[in-house]
């Protein structure tokens, strides 16, 4: 069936780096995608979202690329801290109320 | 502004039993969607509750039921429950539920089947 995957399971980020998720979708029909970090004990925290008529949008230090051609989506995230680690999700939506289809995660470890 | 809220926070059961979750959302939101997360793994779409009716479903059984009422508040229901059941429940709230909409998350219920 239609799925949304991540590359890496688990990406480890020094300080200051800057991070790259990478998150494959295969639903050619979906076209709203959004980004989501959770950390232990908590519910998902809305990161960013982009609609498929762009390519990048950009917020505060993450910035999420878009690439229709390939089903690819990524999350940057510039000048990495301790607080940004935790799990982060790729979802798509847009073909039905309410549902969104999240990947498997990828852990984000940031080291000193 | 409160958030989403859900309670309560932890839940153990055993095998059979039955269970009621419940969730408020964001002020000024009117949608209430479940999901449930088992560990190590993303959310799976439960259920989309829009005007205390049932809007979408996932693939979950029956067993998994749902209520909105007038205050847009929700519970989920989980009857004869299975170890398999065991997972951290999710409720997000949105404007209307939009497929190109953002949800926004509580904390969840961890509800564990013994």
């Known amino acids: 069936g239609e799925s949304v995957g991540l590359h890496l399971p688990t990406l480890s980020v020094q300080e200051g780096d800057n991070s790259i998720i990478n998150c494959a979708y295969s639903n050619s029909a979906s076209d709203y995608f959004i980004w989501y970090k959770q950390e232990s004990g908590k519910g998902p925290q809305f990161i960013i979202d982009?609609?498929?008529?762009?390519d990048k949008r950009q917020g505060q230090r993450v910035t999420v690329l878009l690439n229709k051609t390939v089903k690819h989506l990524s999350l940057q995230i510039a000048a990495t801290q301790p607080g940004d680690s935790a799990v982060y999700f790729c979802?798509?939506?847009?073909?039905?109320?309410?549902?969104?289809?999240f990947g498997a995660g990828t852990q984000v470890v940031v080291t000193p | 502004d409160a958030g989403v809220t859900q309670s309560p926070t932890h839940l153990i059961k055993t095998r059979g039993q039955q269970v009621t979750l419940r969730c408020s959302p964001k002020s000024g939101h009117d949608t209430v969607s479940w999901y449930q997360q088992a560990l190590g793994q993303g959310p799976q779409f439960i259920f989309q509750y829009y005007e205390e009716e049932e809007r979408q479903r996932g693939n979950f059984p029956d067993r998994f039921s749902g209520h909105q009422f007038p205050n847009y508040s929700s519970e989920l229901n989980v009857n004869a429950l299975l170890l398999g059941d065991s997972a951290l429940y999710l409720c997000a709230s949105s404007l209307t539920g939009g497929p190109n909409e953002k949800l926004f998350f509580g904390s969840g219920t961890q509800l564990s089947v013994l």
């Open positions: 979802a798509e939506g847009g073909d039905s109320w309410g549902k969104l289809q």
């Open positions: 982009i609609r498929s008529n762009m």
